[in-house]
């Protein structure tokens, strides 16, 4: 394992398997995110350099076989496999997350009921984007891969041009200013893969949905129309979704019955 090198860069998570920073990628005005996987000491030296190496070849891997089928995700733009470091496009946006946050702190109804049916008083219109995230998640599984830890801070919405979802988070609040209007105006982008695979198992898609679905109502209680939104989409942007549908009522029920048994 190369020796751990100083990065220039601002630290922004530092999680169990990564730490990630923003910085800038040859030129001052090019931002990248740099993502690098630390060595792990209390782990064997030989196979926490191959669990390194491994881990980091194979997000990239998924990252460019994503976007080489059209499905979007950041740039690869440079891999140092023995340092466990990845160097990808900077997407400006706010994450899923964080942006349904935003809109329950100004006080949106999800939907269930209410008169506003997915849009707040703005005409912020939510439907459109939970399609758009339906869509992608298909196109992702039509091509036969499988994310592996879909929740809503792993999607993020991408600034087009001449538009701005912007957030400016400061002391974890993000502000958002000038917002998306229709579908057309922004992009879904998925980010880490670090957990992800290639595999065609209706399983492994229907278990991807039910991670989603699990993120979702548990972040935003009253997403459930939203969440058969993005259902719905997924049902017809995906060629193989009836039996993955099929599946997630039982990777549903299993999941009820295992939290009932405790
Ligand atoms: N390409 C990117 N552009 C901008 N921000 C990113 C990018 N990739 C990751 N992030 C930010 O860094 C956080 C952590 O990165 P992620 O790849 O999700 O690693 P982890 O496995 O620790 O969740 C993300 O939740 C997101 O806020
Ligand atoms: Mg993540």
Redesign the pocket.
């Known amino acids: 394992m190369a020796p751990p090198r100083s990065i220039d860069g601002t630290l ?2 530092q ?6 920073y ?1 910085s800038t990628f040859i030129l001052p005005s090019v931002p ?2 740099i ?1 690098v996987r630390p060595t792990k000491p209390y782990r064997h030296a030989i196979l926490d350099t191959r669990l390194t190496k491994h881990r980091c070849v194979s997000e990239a891997r998924l990252l460019n076989r994503c976007r080489s089928m059209g499905v979007l995700c ?1 740039a690869v733009y440079f891999v140092d496999e023995k340092r466990g470091e990845i160097i ?6 706010p ?1 899923v997350r964080d942006f349904l946050h935003d809109y329950v702190d100004v006080g949106c109804d999800f939907g269930n009921g209410g008169n506003n049916r997915g849009s707040n008083d703005e005409g912020i219109q939510l439907d459109p984007l939970m399609e758009n995230i339906g869509k992608t998640i298909g196109k992702l599984h039509d091509i036969d891969i499988i994310h592996g ?1 879909l929740t809503t ?2 999607l ?1 919405l991408k600034n087009r041009e001449n538009l701005a979802i912007t957030s400016n988070s400061q002391e974890g609040s993000r502000l958002l200013t000038g917002i998306a209007t229709s579908p057309s105006d922004f992009d879904v ?1 998925l ?5 992800g695979q290639v595999s065609n198992s209706d399983e492994d898609k229907a278990v991807d949905l039910y991670v989603l679905e699990r993120a979702f109502l548990s972040t935003h209680p009253r997403a459930t129309r939203l969440f058969n939104i993005i259902l719905d989409s997924y049902k017809k942007n995906c060629l193989g979704s009836a039996v993955v549908l099929r599946r997630l009522q039982e990777v549903r029920l299993r999941g009820r019955k295992k939290s009932m048994v405790g």
């Open positions: 922004l998570k999680g169990a398997e990564a730490h990630v923003k990248c995110l993502k950041p990808m496009e900077w997407i400006e946006g994450s830890d801070s792993n993020m982008v980010i880490d893969f670090g957990l």
